[in-house]
């Protein structure tokens, strides 16, 4: 499967509006988001960015709390102020942090804002509510830290409930240091209570999505490996054996003749972009004809029509798909230059199918059926489509076959076989006697 490379030092951030104005704006956003955390890991690089934000936020609210108090009463409210402008000091410098460590900014913002509440409840008292931005440890650690240093999380926890506690029981009213009018603690409260539940629903979202996103990357790349229907019945039954016969199956090997010799003098860059190219084009054919992908090994491409669900034309639908392969090798070739030749033996019969191995695990196909199409593949020509007897009685009404005559077969014995010539239109096939 592709992968997205990203460009390094650079995490995707949806953009909002297509206006130029808007663009820009979101082109600063994002590198300040994205300050201090090139170098880490992409999980690492998006937690750090998560907290980026968070710490803008509160460098912003703190900002918008000391005007506020500015505004109110400088000289009653001056203690707050200095507070306030520290936190926010403090809150830009989380960026920077990262330098040191990937936790070192969490644990700035951490015990910066553990201290701020305290100091802001023992001058307002617990009426102000400031105390319930404590309840945010619930939450925001798990995002802020991550899930592999628990301890640590727990800790943070165990402490934001303790301070709380601490702020309620030792600051009520009457011992606040600043006696605020009570229209200005009622202000508090909302603006805590707000700022408190809205960053528990956003981590808790974040950590939703990081899990919907996980789940489908995941169901993306099952879906890559196995058919539709087989990774259905690993996720609804993990673990049970994967196990299917089917009595009418349809099995194509190809194989890129010469290409040994070829890779020696191309180099492994080139011979992997080479290949990468041919089995992408092979995989959108198979995904256009109905036809299910096997596996590839090396230059050989092995595919399968009517399995896991049975298809009555999978005959034709295979012939279709490797004459398709032709005309692909051929384009490559003149574009390339190369000498690109390719073999494909096709058969047809009843085979077993089902996943084996439970890491790197593979949906496979086994039987005669899949025997006999591989050493028709080796045993064919170069830009050739070699069928059996039994793949000629299911095309012939549709397809120009000719006969290779007798060949000797390793475990079958000599037996005549057909080289697939092309698919005949549909009023020539229509009016073919074998139809009537």
Same mark, same amino acid.
């Given at each position: 499967?592709?992968?997205?490379?990203?460009?390094?030092?650079?995490?995707?951030?949806?953009?909002?509006?297509?206006?130029?104005?808007?663009?820009?704006?979101?082109?600063?956003?994002?590198?300040?988001?994205?300050?201090?955390?090139?170098?880490?890991?992409?999980?690492?690089?998006?937690?750090?960015?998560?907290?980026?934000?968070?710490?803008?936020?509160?460098?912003?609210?703190?900002?918008?709390?000391?005007?506020?108090?500015?505004?109110?009463?400088?000289?009653?409210?001056?203690?707050?102020?200095?507070?306030?402008?520290?936190?926010?000091?403090?809150?830009?410098?989380?960026?920077?942090?990262?330098?040191?460590?990937?936790?070192?900014?969490?644990?700035?913002?951490?015990?910066?804002?553990?201290?701020?509440?305290?100091?802001?409840?023992?001058?307002?008292?617990?009426?102000?509510?400031?105390?319930?931005?404590?309840?945010?440890?619930?939450?925001?650690?798990?995002?802020?830290?991550?899930?592999?240093?628990?301890?640590?999380?727990?800790?943070?926890?165990?402490?934001?409930?303790?301070?709380?506690?601490? @702020?309620?029981?030792?600051? $009520?009213? #009457?011992?606040?240091?600043? %006696?605020?009018?009570?229209?200005? *603690? +009622?202000? =508090?409260? /909302?603006?805590?209570?707000?700022?408190?539940?809205?960053?528990?629903?956003?981590?808790?979202?974040?950590?939703?999505?990081?899990?919907?996103?996980?789940?489908?990357?995941?169901?993306?790349?099952?879906?890559?490996?196995?058919?539709?229907?087989?990774?259905?019945?690993?996720?609804?039954?993990?673990?049970?054996?994967?196990?299917?016969?089917?009595?009418?199956?349809?099995?194509?090997?190809?194989?890129?003749?010469?290409?040994?010799?070829?890779?020696?003098?191309?180099?492994?860059?080139?011979?992997?972009?080479?290949?990468?190219?041919?089995?992408?084009?092979?995989?959108?054919?198979?995904?256009?004809?109905?036809?299910?992908?096997?596996?590839?090994?090396?230059?050989?491409?092995?595919?399968? @029509?009517?399995?896991?669900? $049975?298809? #009555?034309?999978?005959?034709? %639908?295979?012939?279709?798909?490797? *004459? +398709?392969? =032709?005309? /692909?090798?051929?384009?490559?070739?003149?574009?390339?230059?190369?000498?690109?030749?390719?073999?494909?033996?096709?058969?047809?019969?009843?085979?077993?199918?089902?996943?084996?191995?439970?890491?790197?695990?593979?949906?496979?196909?086994?039987?005669?059926?899949?025997?006999?199409?591989?050493?028709?593949?080796?045993?064919?020509?170069?830009?050739?489509?070699?069928?059996?007897?039994?793949?000629?009685?299911?095309?012939?009404?549709?397809?120009?076959?000719?006969?290779?005559?007798?060949?000797?077969?390793?475990?079958?014995?000599?037996?005549?076989?057909?080289?697939?010539?092309?698919?005949?239109?549909?009023?020539?096939?229509?009016?073919?006697?074998?139809?009537?």
């Amino acid at each position: 499967m592709p992968r997205l490379r990203l460009p390094r030092g650079r995490l995707p951030l949806p953009s909002l509006f297509r206006h130029p104005a808007a663009r820009r704006l979101g082109r600063r956003v994002k590198g300040l988001a994205e300050l201090g955390t090139a170098g880490y890991p992409p999980d690492v690089r998006r937690r750090l960015l998560i907290l980026n934000l968070f710490a803008y936020l509160v460098a912003a609210t703190t900002a918008g709390y000391a005007l506020q108090h500015i505004q109110l009463d400088f000289e009653t409210y001056k203690p707050l102020v200095f507070i306030n402008v520290a936190l926010l000091v403090m809150a830009l410098l989380v960026p920077a942090m990262h330098r040191f460590s990937d936790i070192a900014g969490g644990l700035l913002i951490v015990v910066s804002e553990y201290i701020a509440l305290m100091a802001f409840t023992a001058y307002l008292g617990r009426s102000s509510g400031i105390h319930l931005q404590y309840i945010i440890a619930a939450a925001a650690p798990f995002v802020v830290f991550g899930l592999e240093r628990l301890r640590l999380v727990t800790a943070v926890v165990v402490i934001g409930l303790v301070l709380h506690l601490v @702020a309620w029981f030792q600051f $009520p009213s #009457e011992v606040a240091l600043i %006696r605020a009018d009570q229209e200005v *603690l +009622d202000s =508090l409260y /909302t603006q805590a209570a707000i700022s408190t539940v809205g960053l528990i629903a956003a981590s808790i979202w974040y950590a939703f999505r990081l899990v919907e996103r996980a789940r489908a990357e995941t169901d993306t790349l099952l879906r890559n490996i196995l058919p539709d229907s087989v990774a259905d019945r690993l996720k609804a039954r993990p673990g049970e054996l994967v196990a299917d016969s089917h009595d009418e199956v349809s099995v194509l090997f190809a194989d890129i003749s010469g290409f040994v010799a070829l890779a020696r003098s191309l180099g492994a860059a080139k011979v992997v972009d080479l290949l990468n190219h041919i089995v992408s084009e092979f995989d959108k054919l198979a995904a256009r004809h109905g036809v299910e992908k096997i596996k590839t090994i090396g230059d050989a491409y092995m595919a399968a @029509a009517g399995l896991p669900e $049975p298809a #009555e034309d999978h005959a034709e %639908r295979l012939a279709r798909m490797a *004459l +398709d392969m =032709l005309e /692909t090798v051929a384009r490559v070739r003149a574009e390339t230059g190369l000498a690109l030749q390719m073999r494909v033996g096709m058969a047809a019969g009843p085979v077993l199918a089902g996943v084996i191995g439970t890491r790197k695990f593979s949906y496979d196909v086994w039987g005669d059926a899949v025997n006999l199409a591989a050493r028709l593949e080796s045993l064919g020509a170069p830009g050739r489509i070699h069928v059996c007897p039994v793949c000629r009685e299911r095309l012939q009404h549709a397809f120009d076959l000719e006969s290779r005559g007798l060949t000797e077969i390793k475990g079958v014995g000599r037996q005549e076989t057909w080289f697939l010539v092309g698919q005949r239109s549909q009023a020539d096939a229509s009016t073919d006697p074998r139809r009537r």
